[in-house]
């Protein structure tokens, strides 16, 4: 089996920053993309950010654009999302997923991503 576990969530002021952390586990998988989404209560599971494993590319949702950074450590089989200048509107639980094959589906959509973490809880305060 495999596992994805997020850390680093926690409350912090409006301005402030966060990196979060997703760690993968279990069995080897070959990864070709990790995704960071988000869901804040009464709301669907958002995009936030994309990586593809190799390259590096990356994509973000307007939102975070020039806020948020998305990256990866290949040795450390763990991607991390850097979170600057938070807003109130960014709380919400943050999930990792990993995909082990490129689908057919836009990365943007929770389809797209094979493997889940269980979310951290990231509180923007005013």
């Known amino acids: 089996q495999v596992q994805l576990v997020e850390s680093g969530g926690r409350p912090v002021q409006a301005g402030g920053s966060l990196r979060l952390s997703c760690a993968a586990s279990?069995?080897?998988?070959?990864?070709?993309?990790m995704g960071w989404f988000r869901q804040a209560p009464g709301k669907e599971r958002e995009f936030v950010a994309t990586?593809?494993?190799?390259?590096?590319?990356?994509d973000y949702t307007d939102s975070v654009k020039g806020r948020f950074t998305i990256s990866r450590d290949d040795f450390d089989r763990t991607g991390y999302l850097q979170m600057n200048s938070l807003k109130p509107e960014d709380t919400a639980v943050y999930y990792c997923a990993a995909s082990a094959y490129r689908h057919s589906d836009n990365y943007k959509n929770t389809a797209a991503y094979d493997y889940w973490g269980q979310g951290t809880q990231v509180t923007v305060s005013s």
């Open positions: 279990g069995r080897p998988f070959s990864t070709y993309a």
């Open positions: 990586i593809l494993w190799r390259g590096g590319m990356t």
